[in-house]
């Protein structure tokens, strides 16, 4: 299907969940399909709004499906995120970030996720705080997919945020797809803590066009250059869009055919999974 597109892009941006894989069920011959896109000499990045894993955890599970890529080939909403925060929060832009465990509770941030934004917040100078009994003052609340989200750290980040802490959210995908069906994702926490708060969080991750635009850079491309690859029209699909990038949308996960249709303006391809796509 690729060969429909005039001029022909020359790098795949694509997301993961729905693309690739629900959670660790591969969709498709993995190995086979990169094998394809490598034969039509396209360049690959992976942009996820995904922000429970680091990179080295990506590049293990793409590893477990018997696909190798780089580190500089996977973008993640983590650190995008941890990106924005060390920009907005560092004292000086020349100034060096302060190394973990110096001045805590200046530049704490209270998280509610997983080990890749916990991990890239830290990778960036920050205290992260987990912890729902820490009273420790903090910069921001930021707030992804958390499988191990209570009752009791909704409770802090209200609070948090109440008193006037700046909110950020990873991604705002309010599901997660998996093997058995759609489950709660980033934004349906996003959208707990926005009822509880009247406080719109400040979100980092598709469809804002900041994390493909790093993509694209990072294959050395321009946006006329790169198509954006995802199954979520919202997020993939409007990100892409917003970027000035084509884009392809894939069947495999969140967004159907039927909502393909009413889409405005429509994505340029079409296709039941990625094999299809890159045929």
């Known amino acids: 299907m690729l060969d429909q597109l005039s001029p022909p892009v020359r790098g795949l941006i694509l997301d993961m969940d729905g693309v690739l894989w629900k959670d660790d069920t591969p969709i498709g011959d993995l190995p086979g399909i990169f094998d394809r896109i490598a034969s039509h000499g396209l360049q690959v990045v992976l942009a996820t709004n995904n922000a429970t894993k680091t990179i080295d955890e990506y590049l293990s599970k ?5 696909v190798a890529l780089e580190p500089w080939q996977i973008v993640t909403s983590s650190e995008a995120t941890a990106h924005v925060l060390a920009q907005k929060f560092s004292p000086h832009p020349f ?3 302060p190394k973990l465990g110096e001045e805590t509770g200046v530049r704490a941030v ?18 992260p705080i987990t912890d729902p009994d820490d009273e420790t003052s903090v910069v921001a609340v930021v707030a992804g997919i958390d499988r191990g989200l209570t009752y009791q750290k909704l409770r802090r980040a209200t609070l948090h ?3 006037g802490v700046p909110f950020y959210g990873t991604n705002p995908d309010k599901t997660f797809p998996t093997p058995v069906g759609l489950v709660p994702g980033a934004g349906s926490i996003l959208a707990t803590l926005e009822a509880a708060t009247d406080i719109k969080p400040i979100v980092i991750g598709k469809p804002a066009p900041f994390m493909l635009e790093l993509a694209a850079e990072r294959m050395g491309l321009t946006k006329d250059e ?3 690859i995802g199954d979520r029209l919202e997020t993939d699909i409007a990100g892409g869009q917003a970027m000035g990038a084509r884009t392809a949308l894939v069947l495999s996960g969140v967004s159907t055919r039927q909502e393909a249709t009413e889409w405005e303006p429509a994505p340029d391809l079409i296709a039941k999974d990625l094999a299809e796509l890159v045929g």
């Open 62 to 66: 793409l590893h477990g499906f018997g």
């Open 95 to 97: 100034t060096p970030l």
């Open 110 to 127: 209270f998280v509610i996720g997983e080990n890749g934004i916990v991990s890239a917040l830290r990778d960036k100078g920050f205290t």
């Open 161 to 163: 945020i109440r008193a």
């Open 226 to 228: 790169s198509l954006v």
